[in-house]
């Protein structure tokens, strides 16, 4: 069992940053694979960036290239998304979610979420 919470969202205006955090409890974090996924209002929930057990592999959603950054702390039990650039539309709440298969068509366990809001 995983247990997630996110933190570190909020409001800010277009171009600035925000680092959202993904505390996780429970024991072997360093055996799943993590991922953020966000969901707007009246769209369905997609993939932002997922990263490797170890931290070795990244991958991204083509829109958020370039600005955002995965990482990962297998001692504190923590993800991050470092979040630079932010635009309008990458307005959502944002959930942290692990899987043993970092390409799992449905993670296993998801946090509760948290708003991010982008001010233009």
């Known amino acids: 069992q995983v247990q997630l919470v996110e933190s570190g969202g909020g409001l800010v205006q277009a171009g600035g940053s925000l680092r959202l955090s993904c505390a996780a409890s429970g024991r072997a974090f360093s055996k799943y694979a993590m991922g953020w996924f966000r969901q707007a209002p009246g769209k369905e929930r997609n993939s932002v960036a997922t990263?490797?057990?170890?931290?070795?592999?990244?991958y991204y959603a083509d829109s958020v290239k370039g600005r955002f950054t995965i990482s990962r702390d297998n001692a504190k039990n923590t993800v991050y998304l470092q979040m630079n650039s932010l635009k309008p539309e990458d307005t959502a709440v944002y959930y942290c979610a692990a899987d043993r298969d970092r390409w799992a068509p449905e993670y296993e366990y998801w946090g509760q979420g948290t708003q991010v809001t982008v001010s233009s």
């Open positions: 990263i490797s057990n170890l931290g070795k592999n990244t």
